[in-house]
Nanobody
Framework: QVQLVESGGGTVQAGGSLRLSCAVY????????MGWFRQAPGKEHEGIAY???????RYANFAKGRFTISQDASKVTLYLQMASLRPEDSAMYYC?????????????????RGQGTQVTVSS
């Protein structure tokens, strides 16, 4: 059974940084796309960044230059380094994984999802 577990959320002041981690258990497919999403209260899930098995990455416009997605060498842990955080970045952050490539970035196409970690940015 595939399981994703996020950690690293918390409360930080505007302008600060956080690094989120996502540990993946039980995934045995040879190809994948992993992504970070977030959901603020009353809003839809929003894609932040994606990475595939080759290490190719893609970012939402709001994340470019501030957020960095990466994975460890064993490819069982996913990271999201966030800098210059703003109050509007406050949300529940999720990691997600699916087979195949990262051509589609919709939340609904990722069947494997973590429970989320809360990020709150105070002004």
């Amino acid at each position: 059974q595939v399981q994703l577990v996020e950690s690293g959320g918390g409360t930080v002041q505007a302008g600060g940084s956080l690094r989120l981690s996502c540990a993946v258990y039980g995934y045995t497919f040879s190809s994948y796309c992993m992504g970070w999403f977030r959901q603020a209260p009353g809003k839809e899930h929003e894609g932040i960044a994606y990475i595939d098995i080759s290490g190719s990455t893609r970012y939402a416009n709001f994340a470019k230059g501030r957020f960095t997605i990466s994975q460890d060498a064993s490819k069982v842990t996913l990271y999201l380094q966030m800098a210059s955080l703003r109050p509007e970045d406050s949300a529940m952050y999720y990691c997600a994984k699916r087979g195949g490539n990262c051509n589609s970035d919709s939340w609904i196409t990722f069947p494997y999802r973590g429970q989320g970690t809360q990020v709150t940015v105070s002004s």
